[in-house]
Nanobody, 127 residues
Framework: VNLVESGGGWVQAGESLRLSCAASGFPFDDYAVGWFRQAPGKEREGVSVISRGTSRSIYGDSVKGRFTISRDNTKKMVYLQMTSLKPEDTAVYYC?????????????????????WGQGIQVTVSS
């Protein structure tokens, strides 16, 4: 069971980055997958999640309209396209997978729903 993030790095404010996450060792298409982030001294927060089944996309308020999540079940990949990056987006970004019950009417950005985590990748946005 493994999730491996890639694509992080350093950019200037207003630029874009695309994060990728490769999954292995579990039935990927039967899991919700998403991205969380943690800045120094702050709690880990949900950025975006894409559900299993309907592939419904959920976004945190701070990234709506700027970030887009997608998944490729054939390749067992999940992506996060980040545009109009801001310094406050600076954090370690984590890929996660979980199986909330279906139907699920709760908060998909609740990290307690996710039991599989990647090691994280740094994204730094300078002003």
């Amino acid at each position: 069971v493994n999730l491996v993030e890639s694509g992080g790095g350093w950019v200037q404010a207003g630029e874009s980055l695309r994060l990728s996450c490769a999954a292995s060792g579990f039935p990927f298409d039967d899991y919700a997958v998403g991205w969380f982030r943690q800045a120094p001294g702050k709690e880990r927060e949900g950025v975006s999640v894409i559900s299993r089944g309907t592939s419904r996309s959920i976004y945190g308020d701070s990234v709506k309209g700027r970030f887009t999540i997608s998944r490729d079940n054939t390749k067992k990949m999940v992506y996060l396209q980040m545009t109009s990056l801001k310094p406050e987006d600076t954090a370690v970004y984590y890929c996660a997978a979980g199986r909330p019950p279906l139907p699920y009417g709760g908060d998909y950005l609740d990290r307690r729903l996710f039991g599989i985590w990647g090691q994280g990748i740094q994204v730094t946005v300078s002003s």
